[in-house]
C-alpha cells in the first residue's frame, strides 16, 4: 500500500506544481490585458479553474498523502522532514496568496505588477528544488 500511496503523491505533487508555476505566468499576461477586455475575462476562467480544478485538489491530496507516508513511512523523527514540511507549509501558504490574487483579478482590483509575479514564479521553482532535494537526498 506505501508505493501505491506514494505514487498518488508524486502525481499530485506533479499536479499542484505544474498550477503553482502555471499560475503566475497567467499573472503576468493577466497584467497586459485591458481591464474588462475579452482577454482580461479569459483570463479571469483559466485563473479560477485552474486554482479550483487542478491546484487546490491537488494540494489537499498532496498533504494527505505525504502525511499517511510520514507517519506510515516512520519519518516523523527525522530532521529533514521538518525542513520540508517547513518548505511545504511555506508553499501551502503561497497557494493561499495566489487564490487571493485570483478573487484580487476576478475583482479588477490587482495592484500587482508583472515584475512582482515574476518574482513569485521564481520563488516557486525555489520552494521546489529545496523540498525535491530534502525528500530524495534526505541530507540529515
Known amino acids: ?58 494540494m489537499v491530496i498532496t498533504w494527505l498523502f505525504g502525511l499517511w507516508l510520514a507517519v506510515s513511512g516512520d519519518w516523523l523523527a527525522n530532521g529533514w522532514l521538518h525542513y520540508k514540511l517547513l518548505l511545504v507549509v511555506a508553499m501551502s501558504t503561497l497557494h493561499g496568496l495566489f487564490a487571493q490574487w485570483v478573487k484580487d483579478f476576478a475583482a479588477e482590483k490587482n495592484s500587482r505588477s508583472t515584475k512582482f509575479y515574476r518574482i513569485v514564479n521564481e520563488l516557486v521553482t525555489v520552494l521546489l528544488i529545496a523540498i525535491v532535494i530534502l525528500a530524495v537526498v534526505k541530507p540529515f
Open 1 to 58: 500500500m506505501y508505493l501505491w500511496v506514494k505514487a498518488f503523491h508524486i502525481v499530485a505533487v506533479i499536479a499542484w506544481m505544474a498550477g503553482m508555476l502555471y499560475l503566475p505566468r497567467l499573472f503576468i499576461y493577466h497584467c497586459d490585458a485591458e481591464p474588462g477586455s475579452k482577454q482580461s475575462e479569459t483570463f479571469k476562467v483559466m485563473e479560477r479553474r485552474l486554482l479550483r480544478i487542478i491546484m487546490t485538489p491537488a
